[in-house]
């Protein structure tokens, strides 16, 4: 069975972080790490583990098409999961994903996913799913976004809905403090507002933000994790209403340059009366 499966995992600078994917893999499958030219020593960590790894630029998010041509590309086996350092799997989903790639049934495997904040493991604020695990050929990522994975080419019938019980989900410990979540967040909403087809809606820029503190903070109950809580639906607020913003600024041709130019002007105006 090990060899019916390789664990896809993306790094960069994951010293910290990555012996617990090694771990939790190994014994299930092959792992096949594409690093992003770390600087630290994750490379050496994988290799003492075994793994192959592979040095890659990523433009932007590891999901793009040129990306995933090239990771399937070293993918020698059946099956294939789509992983990153950040994440951890319970031994019964792996073990779940080992039968899946044996009875062959199955082409793709939604996955719920628990995304941790503040290290709290109550804390779940964006329940979601997750389809990670797919049989090779089955998936095309012509065109594909960031936080998208592909596009499904089998049957209906093929796609297996995991229930969403904590034994069978995929943990995704995120936050560590406001700093490293704003600087990540802003790079996704970069890369979100520059999409092809988005444009700019005011609508969502306003009512998004409350839609999902309602439905994510009060009507889930999480507001009793307290302050993390509270800290962390804003952030995601936040995150939805910046995205709107930056796709205004794009929209009116908004850059450090053309801003500058209005202050040369300011400036001028300012310099000429007094």
Not at 6 to 11: G, K, L, N, Q, R
Not at 197 to 207: A, I, N, Q, T
Not at 226 to 245: E, H, K, R, S, T
Request: with cysteine; proline share 5%.
């Amino acid at each position: 069975m090990k060899h019916q499966i390789t664990f896809v995992i993306f790094t960069y600078n994951e010293s910290r972080r990555i012996e617990y994917v090694m771990r939790c893999c190994q014994p299930y499958g092959r792992i096949l790490v594409m690093d992003n030219h770390s600087t630290d020593a994750t490379v050496d960590i994988v290799r003492s583990f075994g793994a192959e790894v592979h040095l890659h630029h990523h433009p932007g998010y590891v999901e793009e098409e040129s990306v995933a041509r090239n990771v399937l590309s070293k993918v020698s086996t059946d099956w294939v999961y789509w992983g990153y350092a950040d994440e951890i799997l319970p031994h019964p989903l792996l073990r779940r994903l080992q039968h899946v790639a044996e009875e062959d049934r199955y082409k793709l495997v939604v996955i719920p996913r628990k995304t941790v904040h503040y290290g709290v493991r109550a804390l779940n604020l964006v329940p979601e799913t997750s389809p990670r695990f797919f049989k090779k050929g089955y998936v095309d990522f012509t065109g594909n976004r960031i936080h998208h994975m592909g596009k499904f080419v089998g049957k209906p019938e093929e796609v297996l809905h995991l229930p969403r019980k904590d034994a069978y989900s995929l943990y995704h410990c995120s936050t560590y403090n406001l700093r490293k979540f704003e600087l990540a967040h802003s790079s996704y909403s970069d890369t979100e507002a520059q999409m092809p087809g988005k444009r700019f809606s005011p609508v969502r820029m306003l009512l998004y933000p409350p839609y999902f503190l309602l439905r994510y903070y009060v009507l889930t109950g999480e507001w009793r994790s307290g302050w993390p809580a509270l800290i962390m639906a804003m952030q995601y607020c936040f995150f939805f209403f910046n995205v709107q913003a930056k796709i205004w600024e794009r929209e009116h041709g908004i850059t450090l340059e053309s801003i500058e130019k209005n202050f040369d002007a300011i400036k001028e105006d300012i310099l000429r009366e007094h």
